[in-house]
T-cell receptor, first 114, second 114 residues
């Protein structure tokens, strides 16, 4: 248990569906992240939030829409996804975004787009 | 262009022997390096890190070596135990960016043979 909880753990959705991934941390961290892990590829940083404000968007398609209502919660809203978006989506948090500290990861949501 | 490379997708080591996982990087701006470990169906967990001002950092059975001139780091696990079987990710960050611009390798799957 790392203190970062993601739901759901598994999700299968059609290309026309709208779904949301949820992440919650109670570690008192100020920064939260969404990562994508595809097979045989490095973890790709998608979004960075610091104190609930989006800092970084690494050229992610608009069909992925993040939301950070408070410092403990992070959502990733999904709509009109493509099969190539099937991957493991990981949420992480850290005390501050620019510090050299470890990040704490959730268990991930395994997403399959059909 | 992959700036952090783990060229061995997999490695098998006998229990009790030394496991050596390698990581190469191309960006000379990286100044902080981390190793994460990932079990199936779990998120990555932090293992050990090293700053570029050091060439070695040790924590119990785990030691990370950094060779800046070769842009190479390695993780040594000794003695290897069955519970060490996991995927190991190398990651690197740039000054003043920390987790905001963390770059990961593709991972090496370590299997410890009893």
């Amino acid at each position: 248990e790392t203190g970062v909880t993601q739901t759901p753990r598994h999700l299968v959705m059609g290309m026309t569906n709208k779904k949301s991934l949820k992440c919650e941390q109670h570690l008192g961290h100020n920064a939260m992240y969404w990562y994508k892990q595809s097979a045989k590829k490095p973890l790709e940083l998608m979004f960075v939030y610091s104190l609930e404000e989006r800092v970084e968007n690494n050229s992610v398609p608009s069909r992925f829409s993040p939301e950070c209502p408070n410092s403990s919660h992070l959502f990733l809203h999904l709509h009109t996804l493509q099969p190539e978006d099937s991957a493991l989506y990981l949420c992480a948090s850290s005390p501050a975004r620019t510090m050299n500290t470890e990040a704490f990861f959730g268990q991930g949501t395994r997403l399959t787009v059909v | 262009d992959q700036q952090v490379k783990q060229n061995s997708p997999s490695l098998s080591v006998q229990e009790g022997r030394i496991s050596i996982l390698n990581c190469d990087y191309t960006n000379s701006m990286f100044d902080y390096f981390l190793w994460y470990k990932k079990y199936p169906a779990e998120g990555p967990t932090f293992l050990i890190s090293i700053s570029s001002i050091k060439d070695k950092n040790e924590d119990g059975r785990f030691t990370v070596f950094l060779n800046k001139s070769a842009k190479h780091l390695s993780l040594h696990i000794v003695p290897s135990q069955p519970g060490d079987s996991a995927v190991y990710f190398c990651a690197a960050s740039r000054p003043n960016f920390g987790n905001e611009k963390l770059t990961f390798g593709t991972g090496t799957r370590l299997t410890i043979i009893p």
